[in-house]
């Protein structure tokens, strides 16, 4: 069992700055990528920023620029800090990490946060 755990989400003004916290904890014998998603009510999740597989940061286009997503890969942790926040910016923001786990055998896994709201407004 692999679980994720964020925190760090609030409220702030627009123009205003938040970091986000995620850590894996579990059976975790190696993770393949790990990233951000964020999601608003009646539309679809989208990406915000992870780690491909190669460890490459990608972005969504409108949060580049503004955001950056870093890594503690010793503690299984991933950040984003998010910089010049607008109103479009409030969502729910959900943590996801894919990977291969371990216990008396391999298994692959994918597995998401519980959510950390962010809301920008004044």
């Known amino acids: 069992q692999v679980q994720l755990v964020e925190s760090g989400g609030g409220l702030v003004r627009p123009g205003g700055s938040l970091r986000l916290s995620c850590v894996a904890s579990?059976?975790?014998?190696?993770?393949?990528?790990m990233g951000w998603y964020r999601q608003t009510p009646g539309k679809q999740r989208e990406m915000v920023a992870y780690?491909?597989?190669?460890?490459?940061?990608i972005y969504e286009d409108s949060v580049k620029g503004r955001f950056t997503i870093s890594r503690d890969s010793a503690k299984n942790t991933v950040f984003l800090q998010m910089d010049t926040l607008t109103p479009e910016d409030t969502a729910v923001y959900y943590c996801?990490?894919?990977?291969?786990?371990?216990?008396?055998?391999?298994?692959?896994?994918?597995?998401w946060g519980q959510g950390t709201q962010v809301t920008v407004s004044t």
């Open positions: 996801n990490a894919n990977g291969i786990s371990y216990t008396k055998s391999y298994s692959d896994f994918n597995v």
């Open positions: 579990g059976s975790i014998f190696s993770i393949s990528t």
């Open positions: 780690f491909s597989h190669s460890g490459t940061a």
